[in-house]
């Protein structure tokens, strides 16, 4: 979680969200990284777990993040929570909720949805703190 709270000091100093995230490998190694570059790429989907998860997956050599863990520092929203399921991640692990947006117990559910083929495990609240505390820093900047 420590390197992903440093990713996500990093989008903060361009601009983004503060949100990072890092895959690791069964045997904890990280194969993938990413921070929110949505306002820097103009992209929509450049989320810190869409492009970690993209990072793993080429690193890997396969879509299928099976025996990853996937460590964020937000909650993720619909879109993220979508991807690490079809990606077949074991486990998720998040720090700050996100009442606003989160998908995974937040305003909805859907990596628990047990009408879905995959339901990876959930730790949240790890280093909960440090995770608001970059996001509520930028916002008061910009907002």
Known sequence: ?????????????????????????ASGTVIGTGRNTRERDNDPTGHAEIIAMREAAAALGEWRLEGCTLVVTLEPC???????????VQRLVFGAFDEKAGAVGS???????????????VVS??????????????FLTHR
Not at 125 to 138: E, I, K, Q, Y
Request: net charge negative.
């Open 1 to 25: 979680m420590r390197q992903a709270l440093a990713l996500a000091a990093l989008a903060a100093g361009d601009g983004d969200v503060p949100v990072g995230a890092v895959v690791v490998d």
């Open 78 to 88: 619909t879109m993220c929570a979508g991807a690490l399921v079809a990606a077949r």
């Open 107 to 121: 305003l909805w559910d859907v990596v628990r949805d047990r009408r879905l083929n995959h339901r990876p495990e």
């Open 125 to 138: 609240g790890v280093l909960a703190d440090d995770s608001a505390t970059l996001l509520r820093d930028f």
